[in-house]
Every structure is written in C-alpha cells, then in structure tokens.
C-alpha cells in the first residue's frame, strides 16, 4: 500500500494580512472571470482552508522538502499561498487563459511562482488515465509540462489537487506511479474538507 492516509490537525488562526489580501484580490478576479468567460471545469477551491493545510504543511514536520506543485492550478491561487509560506511553488494549467490570469495575479502581487500551461499527466500516462474512465475536469490533451518546468514528478515534495469525485482515483494513482517516495499528496473533497496522503514505499516491479 505504496499511499498513506496522514492525520493531521490545521491550528485555527486568523490568515496573515498578505494571504487574506491576496486571496480577497483573487476571489474577486475570479467572479469577474467566471461571469465573462467560463471555464467549466475550473472551479475554485476553499483557499482560506487550503492556507491552513498549507500552514501545517510548512513547518517541515510531515513534508520532505519544499517543492510545491499544483495540479490543475486555475487561477494559481494555491500555488500563491504556498509562496507565501515559502514554497518553492509552480503550477500546471492545460487553459491557456486560466494560465495568464495566474501569472497577472502572481505577478501583481510579486510572487515567486512559476506556471506552465500544459497538462501534469505524465508522458506516457495517457493510457492509464483513459483505462480509468471518463472525467469531469482531468483531460489528457496538451503538452506535457515537466520538460518546461525543468521537473519530473518524482522531485516534487507536495503535489496538490482539486479532483471531482470520479476523478480521485485517478488522480491517487498517478502520484502513486510517478511521486518520489516520501511526497506528500494534499487533495480538497469540497466543503472545506483536505486529506493528505504520503507515498511511503516505491511500487513493487511485476516480474516477467
Ligand atoms: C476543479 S479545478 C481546480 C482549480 C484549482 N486547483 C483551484 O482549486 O482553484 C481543476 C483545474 O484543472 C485543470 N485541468 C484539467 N485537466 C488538466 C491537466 N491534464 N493538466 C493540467 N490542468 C488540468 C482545469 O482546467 C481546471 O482549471
């Protein structure tokens, strides 16, 4: 069982100023977006709880490093707030315009963050994710963005995501292939609710 459940606690307390601006900033770029020109399949997280996984995710005791990535980042708001809690952030967007809109929101607030538009399933993944089934959100069509984030999946410490509910599995078992051991895998289900996964062994190789 190569993924663990992580139990862990998020400290109720106030958000820092610079996290509470940025994301009052970016909740209101997001209802102008969505009122101009929607992007189904990006539908925003709850950012003021993701900063608190965040905040237990940065004082080091469960993760191994400080390599952060977003899968699927929409507007970059999680990847944000993972710099400001002084993540070593990047996310990856297959919408070209949700991508320019986190690089603007980023950028205004002087961020450390990279983006890449293109898709976070692996190069030869594509097989696997189809076997699974059909998506609400997850496509596998676009460039693959690894090689322009200079990364493999393996170097990154947190991977976080926003999957549908048919989407879950699919998603585990792609951090559970590729992630290095040790990384972490933070998920939101909706209604404010996170789990946290590690990758605690490599995959056995079938024989033969
Ligand atoms: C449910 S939304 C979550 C957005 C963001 N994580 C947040 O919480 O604000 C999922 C996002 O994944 C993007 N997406 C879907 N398939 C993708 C893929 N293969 N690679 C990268 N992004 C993808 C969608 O365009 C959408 O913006």
Do not use: N
């Not at 400080?66 to 899968?71: G, K, L, N, T």
């Not at 699974?132 to 990154?156: F, H, I, K, N």
């Not at 989407?167 to 996170?194: K, M, N, P, Q, W």
């Amino acid at each position: 069982m190569p993924l663990r459940e992580l139990a862990f606690d998020v400290t109720p307390d106030t958000l820092p100023v610079d996290a509470a601006e940025f994301i009052r900033e970016a909740e209101d770029r997001i209802d102008r977006f969505q009122s101009e020109c929607r992007v189904p399949a990006f539908v925003p997280c709850d950012y003021r709880a993701a900063f608190g996984v965040l905040r237990t995710l940065s004082d080091g005791a469960l993760t191994r490093g400080r390599r952060f990535c977003e899968w699927g980042s929409g507007f970059g708001v999680v990847v944000g707030l993972a710099a400001l809690l002084d993540f070593d952030a990047c996310g990856i967007e297959i919408e070209e315009l949700l991508v320019a809109e986190a690089r603007k929101l980023a950028e205004d607030f002087g961020l450390p963050v990279e983006f890449v538009q293109g898709s976070f399933v692996p190069p030869g993944a594509e097989d696997r994710v189809h076997a699974s089934g059909t998506y609400s959100w997850l496509t596998t069509e676009g460039d693959y963005a690894y090689d322009d984030l200079d990364l493999e999946v393996r170097d990154l410490d947190v991977v976080f995501a926003y999957p549908w509910p048919d989407e879950e599995v699919v998603v585990c078992d792609l951090f559970d292939r590729y992630a290095g051991v040790g990384a972490i895998l933070a998920t939101y289900h909706g209604s404010g609710e996170f789990r946290l996964k590690r990758k605690v062994s490599a995959r056995k190789r079938r024989r033969g």
